[in-house]
């Protein structure tokens, strides 16, 4: 057996350990909620010691930014199919925002528990939060560089009109925001909202110089 194999055998008990651990955290941290779950639960739940645990996350925070970065991918998978769609570059967008909106009240507003969950990991600035946004930044560049390639927009560096269309989508995405406003009468409907995003991309014209 070639080398790589004999490595990926080796690899793969501990990776379904990890798997397996996940899925007991995320269970746990969905019915008893974050605060209230301990490792000694989770430990319970896959019948190991907490001893056991320990042996492959250091901490229920450890435990916790993993489960949140896999939840996370949920979203960052939906945003690649988005952007590979054969539709226009304005059209991709839309539909971008609309599912990732549709997301966050699916996944985390609906589920109390799982909303707790990814609001301490923005709340204490954890790492898996910023990669995140960076990688759903880069797959909006994407759909704007296309844009501008395609004609749709005018000229601009894609990496701030990303930064600024986030910005202007933003509350549409963050799970905050979104249980914020989603029940206020005064608040900019989401085609709406989406609309003026993606209008300020046809007109605007970002500096490319800032000595301009």
């Known amino acids: ?28 941290f969905r019915h008893f909620g974050y605060g209230k779950t301990t490792v000694a639960d989770i430990a319970s739940d896959l019948g190991m010691s907490t001893a056991n645990i320990y042996r ?3 901490s229920k925070v450890e435990i916790h930014q993993a489960v949140c970065s896999r939840m996370l991918g949920e979203c960052k998978a939906r945003a690649h199919d988005v952007r ?9 967008l839309r539909l971008y925002v609309k599912a990732h909106h549709e997301w966050t009240v699916e996944t985390m ?16 600035d954890w790492d898996v939060i910023e990669k995140h946004i960076d990688y ?14 395609a004609g749709e927009f ?18 549409l995405c963050h799970p905050q925001m979104v249980a914020q406003c989603r029940s206020k009468d005064n608040r900019a409907p989401v085609d709406d909202l989406i609309g003026f995003a993606i209008g300020a991309l046809k007109t605007t014209s970002f500096r490319q110089d800032d000595s301009i």
């Open 1 to 28: 057996m070639p080398h790589r194999a004999l490595e990926k055998t080796a690899e793969d008990p501990r990776e379904e350990n990890i798997s397996r651990i996940l899925d007991a955290a995320e269970r746990a």
């Open 84 to 92: 590979d769609m054969p539709l226009s570059a304005e059209h991709r």
């Open 56 to 58: 492959f996350f250091a």
């Open 109 to 124: 507003l609906d589920e109390a528990k799982v909303h707790e969950m990814i609001v301490v990991a923005i709340e204490r």
């Open 136 to 149: 759903i930044q880069d797959i909006i560049a994407d759909i704007i560089r296309d844009g501008i390639e």
């Open 154 to 171: 005018p000229q601009q560096d894609p990496r701030v009109a990303s930064q600024c269309f986030g910005a202007a989508t933003v509350t």
